[in-house]
């Protein structure tokens, strides 16, 4: 899942500047699931916002709706109407969600309420850690599930650096060491032999270093008679 966190108030406050119609916008998946940008975030920051509005001397009419995926069309148009009545949007989704609203109503200006952090998973109740970088060349096949590229702080492929010491990281002591993390579920799996294999450098072109990706499945698209 994505995971994101709300954004300091009063930088919420200065995004949102002068205008006087604003629109919270929530959504319903993944920033929901980290308690950062749900329809209950949405109403208690848009609650929030006019609060503070009318304390400063400068009442706005702050509303709020939330939206089942702000990535996706289908559901941004069934809010087109509130949209259009705004002055400003102010998105509670991840950058995606951001984007994806300033692309589908050209004409309204958005700004973002959440820091989008990385792609993780819930450890225990209100604890969310990084467990996938995208990078686009998955290895976990090779490394017993666990993700060298998140989860080792430089991102070593051919084992730990000289620098963790009794299985933890040296950038943070509070880190495991992620190859020890790998060392230790192949060795419980019995299959400690795919440490002798040596990995090339990776080639990054598969990630961000080769600009915007884009995946293209032609089987699921429609064709040009439909």
């Known amino acids: ?11 919420i406050k200065s995004l949102i500047g002068s205008a006087k119609k604003v ?16 329809s209950r975030e949405a109403a208690i920051l848009a609650t929030s916002l006019r609060m503070a509005s009318k304390l ?6 702050v509303t709020d ?31 995606i969600g951001v984007q994806a609203i300033a692309e ?18 819930p450890s225990e109740q209100g604890v969310w850690v990084e467990r996938c970088a995208a990078c686009g060349d998955c290895i976990l096949g090779l490394t017993a599930g666990v993700c060298p590229i998140a989860r080792c702080s430089k991102s070593l492929l051919n084992g730990p650096c000289g620098g963790s010491q009794e299985g933890h990281c040296e950038v943070n002591a509070e880190i495991p060491c992620g190859w020890q993390l790998i060392y230790d579920r192949l060795t419980s ?12 450098p990776k080639n990054w072109r598969t990630s961000r270093d080769g600009g915007p990706r884009k995946i293209v499945r032609p089987d699921l698209r429609l064709s040009e008679e439909e």
């Open 104 to 121: 589908h109503f050209p004409k309204t200006w958005v700004v973002p309420g959440l820091n989008t952090s990385f792609l993780g998973l």
């Open 56 to 61: 400063d001397g400068d009442p706005k009419e």
């Open 189 to 200: 799996l019995g299959k400690t032999e795919l440490l002798y294999e040596v990995r090339p």
């Open 23 to 38: 629109l919270v916008v929530g959504c319903g998946t993944c920033v929901t699931v980290c308690f950062a940008g749900g």
């Open 65 to 95: 709706v939330t939206v089942q995926r702000q990535c996706e069309w289908e559901y941004l148009d069934t809010i087109a109407e509130q949209v259009g009545e705004a002055e400003i949007l102010l998105s509670l989704g991840c950058g």
């Open 1 to 11: 899942m994505i995971v994101a966190e709300q954004k300091p108030f009063e930088e």
